[in-house]
Structure formats: structure tokens, C-alpha cells
């Protein structure tokens, strides 16, 4: 086993008004109560952060951003910053989503100063990574992940990353139902593991939590969490439903 405690968090993306996003977290937060040996957190849309680090006070369910723009405060409209993220509450915060990256085109350049931006303001970055089915059809999987991987991490290499979290989630696997199979995910785990040894060094290798994401439900976490380097779950569309994201959490805890 593992010393990494797993980790879940919840990207609601572009769901839930401020009202809604009350009511789904007032009940998660009991949901998950007394829940040991995991942590969780959720990734609410920008204008429910406030709200949700109200309901957070005092529980151990982390609050992240679903996106920042790296620097602190300028004329960049539509965007928020680090420290924004950080004064309503935010401990987390996840970048380079597969969404980001392909509906609004952005590259490993723009991660990485976002990645820089997170880890300078003391926020956690989950920085995703993973390859289309045409570049896993293409046998490019490791090419692919690999390189957004030291692309991403290309600013803040060595700076003392052991907390950073990484998740793996395969484009064709997201929203899609189509979760990739315990075996699948586990090897490209341990291949991610593997090469963050190489960047970062073992010691911090051997700690950063590699999330698995995509198509993650009640009914396939457990198989998944049985892996050795899946260290817990970015988790979409099961995260909006307060019931079935604390079953994923159970899940884990097991
Ligand atoms: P999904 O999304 O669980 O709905 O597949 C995962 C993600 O995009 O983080």
C-alpha cells in the first residue's frame, strides 16, 4: 500500500448557480462527514467560491479554482487571478484541463506560467494531462503525456513540488462513459510516476498524488482506487450529485 492518502475532487465545470452549488455542498458536506483516510475537495464554478468557502468553514473538504490567469491583477478581462482565487478561500486550484486546452486552445507555455503563477501564490495546482484517442490509437500516450508534463512543469521544476497533484485523464474517457480499465490507467500512472522521478527527483515522485479522471462513478472507483499509483479522482459529471461524489470518496477511503 501506498503512505499517499487519496485524494478527490469534484470539477463541476460550468454547473450550478450560486444556489444550487449551496445546496449540493450543505449536503455533501455531511455526506462525507465521517469519512476518514481521504481527502476531497470541490472545484465550483468562479462565482459559487464564495458561497462554498462559506459552507467549508471548519470541514475538511478542500476549495479549488477550475482555471486562473498567472498574473496577479490587471487589464485581462473575464479572467481571475492566484491571489483572487486565495482571498475568497482556495487552496487548490486545477489547470490544463483537457476543455482548456482544446475548446480554448490553450498551450504548455500558457500551463506552465499558470502552474508558476498557483505554486508562487501557495495554491496547489492539479495539472491535467492526457492523450486524444487518436494519439492513443497513434501509440502517442506517453509521448503525449510526457511532454505536457515537462512542459508544464518547465517553470517550477525542483522548486520543492511534493504537494503538487497531477491528473491523469484520458480526452476519450472524459464525459464520455468510457472510463479507461483499471490495467490502462495504472500503466500510464506508473509511466507518469516514473518520469516525475526523473524531473522532480523519487522523494517527490514518490509523493505527488496522481489523480485518475474520466468517466469515474460510484460503480468503477473502487476498481480503479485498487491500483497502486491511481492515488484518488478528478471527477466531472458524478461530482454534481452530493450522493453519488461521497460514494466515490467511500470508495477511496476503503
Ligand atoms: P467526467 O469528467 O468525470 O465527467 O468524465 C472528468 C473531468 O473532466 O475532470
Known amino acids: 500500500m501506498s503512505e499517499r492518502t487519496p485524494f478527490i475532487v469534484g470539477n463541476w465545470k460550468m454547473y450550478k448557480t450560486v444556489m444550487e452549488a449551496r445546496e449540493a455542498l450543505t449536503l455533501l458536506r455531511v455526506a462525507v462527514r465521517d469519512v476518514n483516510g481521504v481527502d476531497c475537495g470541490v472545484a465550483p464554478p ?9 459552507i467549508l468553514a471548519g470541514s475538511h473538504i478542500a476549495l479549488a479554482g477550475q482555471n486562473l ?13 492566484a491571489p483572487m482565487l486565495k482571498a475568497v478561500g482556495a487552496t ?4 490544463g484541463h483537457s476543455e482548456r486546452r482544446h475548446l480554448f486552445g490553450e ?12 505554486v508562487d501564490r501557495e495554491l496547489v495546482p492539479i495539472l491535467c494531462v492526457g492523450e486524444t484517442q487518436e494519439q492513443r490509437e497513434a501509440d502517442e500516450t506517453v509521448a503525449v503525456v510526457t511532454t505536457q508534463l515537462s512542459r508544464g512543469l518547465a517553470e517550477v521544476k525542483g522548486a520543492g513540488l511534493p504537494n503538487l497533484v497531477v491528473a491523469y485523464e484520458p480526452v476519450w474517457a472524459i464525459g464520455t462513459g468510457l472510463s ?15 518520469f516525475l522521478g526523473d524531473l522532480l527527483g523519487p522523494t517527490n515522485a514518490a509523493q505527488i498524488r496522481i489523480q485518475y479522471g474520466g468517466s469515474v462513478k460510484p460503480d468503477n472507483a473502487a476498481e480503479l482506487f485498487a491500483e497502486p499509483d491511481i492515488d484518488g479522482a478528478l471527477v466531472g459529471g458524478a461530482s454534481l450529485d452530493p450522493d453519488s461524489f461521497a460514494a466515490i470518496v467511500e470508495a477511496a477511503a476503503r
Open 92 to 95: 487548490h486550484v486545477i489547470l
Open 69 to 81: 490567469y498567472p498574473e496577479d491583477e490587471g487589464a485581462f478581462t473575464g479572467e481571475v487571478s
Open 180 to 194: 479507461a480499465t483499471p490495467g490502462q490507467a495504472q500503466h500510464v500512472h506508473a509511466l507518469i510516476r516514473d
Open 46 to 54: 468562479f462565482p459559487a467560491l464564495d458561497v462554498c468557502a462559506d
Open 107 to 118: 498551450d504548455d507555455a500558457l500551463i506552465a506560467r499558470k502552474v508558476k503563477a498557483a
